[in-house]
């Protein structure tokens, strides 16, 4: 059992086997099966309703499986209880609505309801926990403002900062730079990097920049109608048929020269697609 409530435990392990989810009867992810990489940065990738966003509800117990099943250590989710769960796996939805007139410091403290009951009420641990999210996502000079006051860039870093002072050892962040300005955007990587780094966190994200989870991921997700098109390394994934593939698009891929990673570029119908 982890005893420290601000550091994850080591060995935590999500997967998904033979993994059916639908709406209303249709089916948006069919038969997928992952195991996700413990302790790395794991990014889902694809093109616009692909079943990215809907992966992750599944992974998070969000949205209860058509048909096979999700895996927590070797357990069920379906069958742990919601305050186990919630002390293992923590999930950042798209857009999320906060509370009117609340501010950041209690919408953080939210964060460690599952660690509440009625023998074990607010604790010095839970006081650390929320001051260190605070600290982490660098709103410790915002903690008394309401959240509705906050620019798109801190609100996004106090619901990082809720679900930080969580607990888990796995985050699941459903595309957190979306409607971000470029600067926020690598804010947001940057911190989503000293979370895995320093506390040995399990983060699996949903991106839409290509470029952004060549940088940033250790391992890639790339779907396509609901299935897994290919993962591995992001240098294993990307390559221009793969792109092609699954976007549509035609591009060439370069060495970052920042980090000798795959860099792509892409070509329009303006552009000439020269390169390798």
């Known amino acids: 059992m982890n005893t420290d409530l601000t550091t994850p435990a080591s060995g935590s392990g999500l997967a998904a086997e033979n993994l059916t989810l639908a709406y209303d009867g249709r089916r948006v992810v069919e038969g997928l099966s992952l195991a996700i990489p413990t302790g790395r940065i794991t990014a889902v990738v694809g093109a616009n309703a692909c079943g990215k966003s809907t992966l992750l509800r599944g992974l998070s117990r969000l949205l ?28 950042l939805p798209q ?3 906060a509370p009117d007139g609340i501010t950041v410091l209690d919408l953080i403290k939210r964060g460690r309801s599952p660690h509440q009951s009625w023998w074990r009420q607010w604790s010095p641990q839970d006081e650390q926990a929320v001051y260190e999210a605070l600290a982490a996502t660098g709103l410790s000079g915002q903690a008394d403002r309401s959240v509705d006051e906050l ?3 801190q609100r996004q870093r106090a619901w990082i900062a809720m679900a930080l ?3 888990t050892p796995v985050l699941l962040l459903d595309e ?13 990587l940057d911190l989503v990097i000293d979370l895995n780094r320093e506390q040995g966190r399990t983060v699996v994200l949903v991106l839409h920049d290509l470029n952004h989870a060549c940088r940033y991921a250790d391992h890639v997700v790339a779907m396509k109608n609901g299935q897994i098109a290919a993962q ?8 221009k048929e ?3 593939d699954v976007f549509g698009l035609t591009c060439t891929v370069i060495a970052d020269p920042a980090g000798g ?3 792509i570029i892409p070509f329009g119908r303006h552009h000439t697609a020269t390169g390798p």
């Open 242 to 244: 793969l792109i092609a």
């Open 261 to 263: 990673g795959p860099h």
């Open 165 to 167: 002072a969580q607990g």
């Open 151 to 153: 620019s798109g860039g």
């Open 232 to 239: 591995g390394a992001p240098a294993e994934v990307f390559s």
């Open 176 to 188: 957190p730079t979306n409607h971000l300005d470029l600067a926020h955007q690598i804010d947001i």
């Open 64 to 91: 209860a499986p058509h048909s096979g099943a999700v895996y927590l250590d070797g357990r069920l989710i379906h069958t742990m209880r919601g305050k186990d769960l919630a002390r293992e796996l923590g999930m």
């Open 95 to 97: 857009s999320p609505i």
